[in-house]
């Protein structure tokens, strides 16, 4: 048990070592580059430039965990094995699997480490960022940003409106079929502007023009509604809200949004392969220790560990490049969403485990 102690510590030291140091090296070269250009045409104050790089910090930190991970994990593996413990470890029997325990421990404490990251702060943080960068620094006005026209769908009924202001929360431009659209029309509404009522979860359009039609669709009565209740029953938060991104949402507020969505007939492609992303991506911290394990070990001659280095590195950046291409695949419906979030996981999981157990049998 001590042993394992050991070998954890030690990962953890480097690994914390290495993403502080690849944070502070980030953040140094950013700050050179947005000094002489971004701030220099904003002139923000000290304080905003703090929480600039501030609220930054833990969407940073998540794209350099898994490539802390397997750093780490090189280097820890070769100075165990440089040093004589791998080999005293087997000499006394152990096999290869039994002597990754305390370091598939620490890849399962990474990815829930990540997970947890990218639900309780990285929402948070990317919203405090955007807003700062945004409002504090570029002095836009936020209630110029609308989600554009999209269709939303109930019971008889289909609501289309040309702008939503995510601000004041409102429809702008509204059109409202009710009836078989479209067959038969039993009405039509037009309206420039709606909201939301919470007190009864329905849109209500101001000011409404409503049009009552035969069956022939021609229009008999024409009236104005000071407030005309729809049967649309989507809050915006979860169906408007299209100007959010995805790192904003934990899972479970996407994986609503997108339920949420689909009964109103939104195309959301894109939210789908962010969804499973959420999950498969976290597992790249455990994959990529598991691939640092093969080679990091093998010190048979000097050269076959730097051809190993190398070799994971370049997996690690064709699985970080891969999950980029299947996911533009995927956005343009040439690949199921689910697989383009997972097939790279599975390669590189399935690599991995054959390499270990040639090493393990000497091969």
Not at 47 to 72: D, G, R
Not at 207 to 216: G, I, K, P, S
Request: proline share 3%.
């Amino acid at each position: 048990m001590r042993i394992w102690v050991y070998f954890v510590s030690q990962y953890l030291k480097t690994a914390f070592g290495f993403l502080f140091f690849a944070l502070s090296l980030y953040f140094v070269l950013t700050y050179m580059e947005d000094s002489q250009h971004y701030f220099n045409k904003y002139k923000p104050s000290n304080s905003t430039i703090f929480f600039y790089y501030f609220w930054q910090a833990p969407s940073i930190a998540i794209q350099f965990l898994p490539f802390s991970v397997l750093i780490s994990g090189i280097v820890t593996n070769w100075i165990l094995a440089k040093h004589g413990e791998i080999a005293a470890l087997r000499a006394a029997g152990l096999s290869m699997m039994k002597i990754s325990i305390p370091l598939v421990s620490v890849g399962i404490l990474f990815t829930a480490f990540h997970f947890t990251l990218s639900e309780l702060i990285l929402p948070e943080s990317t919203t405090h960022y955007l807003k700062l960068r945004n409002v504090d620094i570029e002095k836009k006005k936020i209630d110029n940003v609308f989600t554009e026209s999209q269709w939303l769908k109930a019971t008889n009924t289909i609501l289309h409106f040309h702008k939503y202001d995510e601000v004041k929360q409102e429809l702008l431009k509204i059109e409202y079929f009710k009836g078989n659209y479209p067959k038969s029309l039993s009405e039509i509404v037009h309206a420039q502007t709606g909201y939301f009522d919470e007190n009864i979860g329905r849109w209500v359009l101001r000011n409404a023009l409503v049009r009552h039609l035969e069956n022939t669709n021609t229009s008999t009565v024409t009236e104005v509604k000071p407030l005309y209740v729809t049967n649309i029953d989507f809050a915006p938060p979860k169906i408007l809200n299209r100007e959010s991104e995805s790192s904003q949402l934990s899972f479970w507020q996407l994986r609503r949004l997108i339920a949420e969505a689909e009964i109103a007939g939104t195309n959301i492609s894109d939210r789908v392969i962010d969804l499973y992303m959420k999950i498969s991506t976290p597992f790249a911290n455990m994959l990529f220790l598991f691939l640092t394990l093969p080679f990091a070990l093998k010190k048979e001659r000097q050269e076959e560990t730097y051809i190993g280095i190398v070799i994971c590195l370049v997996a690690a950046l064709i699985y970080w490049f891969g999950n980029m291409a299947l996911r533009s695949f995927a956005l343009k419906g040439e690949l199921n969403p689910f697989l383009a979030a997972w097939t790279m996981n599975v390669l590189v999981a399935t690599l991995s485990y054959m390499l270990i157990r040639k090493l393990d049998k000497g091969q």
